[in-house]
């Protein structure tokens, strides 16, 4: 890229960015604490932390891009290179792995012609290795633009690729009705919500195991011992 | 028996539990913002509320390292990067129940005198982190959050910030680098948060659960709260079973219970196999066997027993599972997520993978048995922040039990499982 492409391309980002940059920077008492929404505003712009939009939020913050290119390799959710529309995860921590991840991570590979970071094609879909992403149980896990997808199988993860490519309509179990892009999610991760957080239930399968199980014997936390401590 | 308690999983089957008139009226905090500061901090002490997020540091103990009077803006931090492996607790309950945690914060911050809080929230969960944007929304618009709160004259500000993909910044001090903009990388303790936390002014950072535990014990008292648990476990905490269980979950419990009674509950071990080995509380926690299913799972008990009781993060494997290959993930995990800034982790944690791999495949030697257990010596105790210990209790604690696993798997000249027979689908099953 010349500089003076570059340069042109930070004047598009302040035409579109620079009144959510703004805003985002006035939520904090410092105006550097804004730096990872910041960059998550310029994925859902960009797709991933071009080198312009790193350049735009070192000028919002009065930085350099050397201080702000340390930042951002330092985070995996900042993408080097354009994600896919639908950036895919599977988990491969052990307890995933073990449970079958390491086989979707396989076949899913093999199935796409795709690997780690890597994007198909059509920029339709790129696949990510996980770490722990907090469903251990819904074991194995795989994330759409950093939705849940629980108890998936080898068969099931190709389909939901294959699906995710065919531009067909895909329904996360325990998130809104309908998938956003990587761009949409990168908003909402910057501070920007879209509206759709009734959306989905409030728990589901496993997060209810328990409840269930004290609901049909009658088990509840004892009931208060005293009352009115604080009432004067 | 023990029996479950559910608390602040008691509303997770109500569809609309995650609405301000799903959940409530914030009592609780009503009553603590009519209240002295420092009585609130007293009974969450008398409470024998111990953190949730790992380590167990008396809750209210904390909270009265903050100078009063000093002039200075004190700030609370909500420590939601959950991201120990096997550990699924803050997840779903920002996800179902996110006003209690949102209550918890006016409450902590009323009484540790903070007026601008933070819920420092891992990126990769996007419809919780809707929740958690919606629910401090509806807050703001009852008049729970922003200024002259309850007509008191207390004033709170909440922003929900996104972290963007680092285990370590679930380290508190990591965390407060990464808040302020930064690579999260801990900090020299002392000076500790409370001193210097964020913006080097007074700060409390405490795990979800720890702060989502508050408004139930204001309103409850303290006595209730404590009339749980153990004698220095006090209370119920969310006890999270994943892996080869008939039906894992998250189970609200007072402390001090069992697995066997947590398995008992959760439909025992899929397809009636053996427990091979199992996690107490999480990936940094020295692994337990069957001998250790009647261990009470309190902080004192797991201690005395070699582990900690960590997240309460039980990932439970079966007999068709290898040691070798779940250690070597963990330690893959630690090398990804070391952040570099000690040479004992960052260089350690490089060569334990390296080994492992080997080892792993059955071209190891018994000597690389104790390179490993020699490596994790000099991880454990010389590195700068817990991660580094946390990445040599895999490896400690696994060849303490499953030594002949190790050395079988060089005997063979390959691994002896079928990882198949693990899987969700599996053979095992
Ligand atoms: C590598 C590492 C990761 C951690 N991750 C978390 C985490 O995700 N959530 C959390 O609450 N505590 C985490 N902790 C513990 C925190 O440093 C801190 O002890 C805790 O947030 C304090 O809150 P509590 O007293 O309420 O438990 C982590 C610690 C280390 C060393
Ligand atoms: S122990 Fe590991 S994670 Fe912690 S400071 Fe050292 S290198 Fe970083």
């Known amino acids: 890229m010349t500089p003076e492409s570059r340069e042109s391309a930070v ?93 979707i991570w396989e076949e899913l590979t093999e199935h796409t012609g795709v690997g780690h970071e890597g994007t198909t094609p059509d920029g339709k879909v790129s696949l990510e290795r996980l770490e722990c992403n907090a469903a251990c149980d819904f074991a194995p896990v795989m994330m759409v633009n950093w939705e849940f997808f629980d108890n998936m199988t080898p068969e099931s993860s190709k389909q939901l690729v294959d699906d995710l490519r065919a531009g067909k309509e895909v329904v996360p179990p325990r998130g809104p009705d309908k998938l956003c892009t990587f761009k949409q999610a990168s908003r909402v991760l910057a501070g920007f919500p879209d509206g759709l957080a009734g959306e989905g239930p409030t728990a589901a399968g496993p997060s209810l195991e328990g409840l269930k199980l004290a609901r049909e014997h009658g088990w509840t936390a004892p009931s208060p011992d005293r009352e009115g401590e604080f009432e004067s | 028996m023990t029996q479950l308690t559910p608390v602040l999983t008691e509303n997770w089957d109500r569809p609309d539990a995650f609405t301000l008139s799903g959940y409530g009226d914030y009592s609780a905090a009503r009553t603590a913002l009519g209240t002295d500061p420092d009585r609130l901090i007293q009974t969450v002490k008398d ?291 070391s952040c570099g800034k000690c040479t004992p982790c960052r260089e350690g944690t490089y060569w334990l993978k390296q080994i492992l791999r080997r080892l792993e495949k059955g071209q190891g030697t018994e000597e690389d048995i104790s390179t490993i257990t020699d490596l994790a010596d000099n991880i454990l105790g010389r590195s700068f922040c817990a991660l580094g210990d946390g990445a040599a209790s895999p490896i400690h604690s696994s060849v303490k039990y499953f030594r002949d696993e190790y050395l079988k798997h060089f005997e063979l000249g390959h691994c002896p499982f079928d990882p198949a027979a693990s899987t969700l689908w599996g053979a095992g099953k």
């Open chain 1, 11 to 103: 004047r598009v980002l302040y035409e579109r960015l620079e009144s959510d940059a703004k805003e985002i920077i006035s939520r904090y008492p410092k105006p550097r604490s804004a730096l990872l929404p910041l960059l998550h505003l310029v994925q859902s712009e960009e797709g991933y932390v071009s080198d312009a939009g790193q350049q735009f939020c070192a000028e919002m913050l009065g930085i350099t891009k050397a201080q702000v290119v340390a930042v951002s390799t330092f985070y995996t959710m900042y993408k080097r290179a354009p994600a896919g529309e639908y950036h895919v995860g599977v988990c491969i921590n052990t307890l995933c792995a073990v449970m079958g991840g390491d086989q």
């Open chain 2, 47 to 337: 409470s024998g509320l111990r953190g949730r997020g790992g380590a167990g540091f008396p809750t209210g103990l904390k909270w009265g390292f903050i100078p009063q009077g000093d002039g200075k803006a004190h700030y609370l931090v909500v420590n939601a990067d959950e991201s120990e492996p096997g550990t699924c607790k803050d997840i779903p309950l920002m996800m179902a129940n996110p006003h209690v945690l949102i209550e918890g914060v006016l409450i902590t911050a009323y009484a540790i005198r903070a007026n601008h809080a933070f819920i420092y929230v891992r990126g990769e969960v996007l419809h919780v982190i809707r929740r958690l944007q919606a629910a401090v929304r509806e807050a703001y618009e009852a008049g729970y959050l922003g200024s002259n709160i309850f007509g008191t004259g207390f004033d709170l500000e909440l922003v929900v910030h996104s972290g963007a993909g680092a285990y370590i910044c679930g380290e508190e001090t990591a965390l407060l680098d990464s808040l302020e903009g930064y690579r999260g990388q801990p900090r020299l303790k002392p000076p500790f948060p409370a001193v210097a936390g964020l913006y080097a002014c007074p700060t409390v950072i405490n795990n979800v659960e720890s702060i989502a535990s508050v408004p139930s014990i204001v309103a409850n008292g303290a006595g209730w709260f404590a009339g749980m648990g153990t004698e220095k476990s006090k209370g119920f905490g969310i006890f999270s079973l994943s892996g080869h269980v008939t039906n894992p979950g998250q189970f609200e419990a007072p402390l001090g219970i069992t697995l066997r009674e947590l398995l008992d509950m959760a439909g025992g071990m899929r397809g009636g196999k053996r427990l091979k080995f199992w996690t107490p509380g999480g990936s940094s926690t020295p692994i337990f066997t069957e001998e250790h299913l009647d261990v009470p799972l309190d902080f004192e008990s797991v201690g005395a027993a070699g582990s900690m009781l960590g997240t309460r993060a039980l990932q439970i494997f079966d007999e068709t599972t290898c040691v070798l290959r779940a250690v070597l993930r963990w330690t893959e995990f630690y090398a990804h997520e």
